[in-house]
């Protein structure tokens, strides 16, 4: 069966450009790749058929030679090792098609299109830094100067990585692709290019400053902004502030991960205060009024009321953290500040105290209603038991 014009098997013009001719080829290979048509027998040959033609049309040689002689020029080896009739036979080369065709059916599902390994520089990497803050600076904000190891853009060579600033050359391994490929009977194995390591060009003069890298490690100082309101866990995110790109490339990013210190008085809940507050046991009984402190540094009078208990809490309004972000023109209220009372039992008595809690004790007055409550639930449990 005589072949088909390789023009028509594309479904291209003759003087159709390269451009024109690798977008048919795609879409025709997309069209009729055999993992797309399960059920058709004839898409295997069909496709080889197109990847035969694209092989001989891609190549400007190759195109000249059949231009003029048609499919004679490629018969019996007459165009060298690279025709079809040479090392690789009459059928085409299927393991090149699939290599050829393999981005546009599957780059999606590996993370975008092969080409875009392609590209000159590389984005630096992003950088953590783990900053301790006490509750009161988390209280008030404040601006921190940071020390941050990494690196930056080599001053000598403006991050090209080249002497003199000049720009990168492109690889000739892989003419700037990044990947090499080798074909193995059926199949096509990429492998990045070990020439330039994946970047698509090399250095001909690296920069003796940064040997090549367009980087340099250097220790740089930072002020942060903390805003008032931080929380442990909070992140601050510094644009560009990361580890400098690769020959040129953009900078990553900083990111500031707070961690709010445990205060010795205060324990924190959001926007929400608590403090312990002991209290004698004179004065839980009695009543009276205890001087509690603040986390804005004042202080604040609470009133103990007769007969109070461990675990009673007061409230003080609008004496706690503030909503993040707090500052002038911005809404949000303040958390509260809770005070905790921890009734506490007299130790170390002297003789004359003792004898005073005694004879307390000793006077019939129903003053402890708790106790009262408590046998009085023993006596119905075990009254029922009984019964």
């Given at each position: ?24 080829f ?9 993992d ?30 059949y231009?003029?002689?048609g ?44 080409a ?20 009161e ?27 003199g ?41 690296p ?27 909070t992140?601050?995110r ?24 445990d ?8 926007r ?5 507050v ?95 409550n ?14």
């Open positions: 069966m005589a072949k088909r014009d390789f023009y028509e098997v594309l479904g291209v013009a003759r003087g159709a450009s390269a451009d024109e001719i690798k977008k048919a795609r879409a025709k290979a997309k069209e009729l790749h055999p797309r048509n399960p059920d058709c027998t004839l898409s295997e040959g069909r496709f080889k058929e197109v990847n035969e033609a694209y092989d001989c049309l891609k190549d400007a040689q190759r195109r000249a030679a231009d003029r002689f499919h004679q020029a490629f018969e019996g080896g007459g165009f060298g090792p690279g025709g079809f009739g040479g090392a690789r036979g009459g059928n085409g080369d299927f393991g090149s098609a699939f290599a050829d065709v393999f981005e546009d059916l599957f780059g999606d599902m590996m993370g975008g299109r092969a875009s390994g392609r590209s000159r520089a590389t984005r630096g990497q992003d950088l953590r830094y783990n900053l301790q803050v006490s509750l600076e988390a209280f008030a904000g404040l601006q921190k100067t940071i020390s941050v190891p990494g690196s930056v853009a080599c001053g000598e060579c403006n991050g090209t990585g080249a002497e600033a000049v720009e990168p050359a492109t690889c000739p391994t892989c003419a700037g692709m990044g990947k090499v490929r080798a074909s193995q009977g059926f199949f096509t194995v990429e492998r990045t290019c070990p020439t330039c390591n994946g970047q698509g060009q090399i250095v001909k003069n920069c003796a400053a940064c040997h090549g890298a367009g980087r340099i490690e250097k220790q740089r100082s930072l002020a942060v902004n903390i805003p008032a309101g931080v929380e442990t866990g992140r601050i510094l644009a560009g502030e990361g580890e400098a790109g690769l020959r040129g490339g953009p900078s990553g990013d900083l990111y500031i991960f707070v961690e709010v210190k205060h010795a008085i205060f324990m924190r809940d959001g929400m205060l608590a403090c312990h002991p209290v004698s046991m004179t004065t839980a009984a009695l009543g009276g009024e205890v001087e509690v402190p603040t986390i804005d540094g004042g202080r604040s009078r609470v009133k103990i009321a007769p007969g109070s208990q461990t675990g009673q809490q007061m409230r003080l309004r609008g004496k706690g953290m503030p909503p993040l972000r707090h500052g002038p023109g911005m809404q949000g209220d303040f958390g509260d500040m809770l005070v905790e009372l921890s009734v506490e039992t007299p130790v170390n008595l002297t003789a004359r105290q003792k004898e005073i809690l005694r004879e307390f004790e000793a006077i019939d007055a129903d003053n402890h209603p708790q106790t009262s408590f046998f009085g639930k023993i006596k119905n449990f075990w009254e029922g038991l009984g019964a």
